[in-house]
């Protein structure tokens, strides 16, 4: 069973950046399509990003538009996610979550079948 380990998360000053990590336990990522979501204390789970697997194709939110990137390395099983000029209002436990389907880069929490742990993000001066 497919489970993700998310990294990379820490402490960083407003306008610095921080490279996230979504490694699988099996052998590919080929096949999934891939989201990376966040949730800070007393408010609700946000997308932020997602790629699919099908032609690479990126999308985001608003609010992480022009900031965030998303990317796949496929041999090395891995997505990351990165994130220039933070802010304070960055600040959230980050998580990825995959889909056994190749042409889904969707926004929609239940789209996705795993999640992993989280890694901590905190933008503060």
């Known amino acids: 069973q497919l489970q993700l380990v998310e990294s990379g998360g820490g402490l960083v000053h407003p306008g610095g950046s921080l490279r996230l990590s979504c490694a699988a336990s099996?052998?590919?990522?080929?096949?999934?399509?891939i989201g990376w979501f966040r949730q800070a204390p007393g408010k609700e789970r946000e997308w932020g990003s997602c790629?699919?697997?099908?032609?690479?194709?990126?999308d985001y939110a608003d609010s992480v538009k022009g900031r965030f990137t998303i990317s796949r390395d496929n041999p090395k099983n891995t997505v990351y996610l990165q994130m220039d000029s933070l802010k304070p209002g960055d600040t959230a436990l980050y998580y990825c979550?995959?889909?056994?389907?190749?042409?889904?880069?969707?926004?929609?929490?239940?789209?996705?079948?795993?999640w992993g742990q989280g890694t901590q993000v905190t933008v503060s001066s």
């Open positions: 099996e052998d590919t990522l080929r096949g999934y399509g």
């Open positions: 979550a995959a889909v056994p389907l190749r042409d889904l880069c969707s926004g929609a929490g239940d789209e996705y079948d795993t």
């Open positions: 790629i699919s697997s099908y032609d690479d194709s990126t």
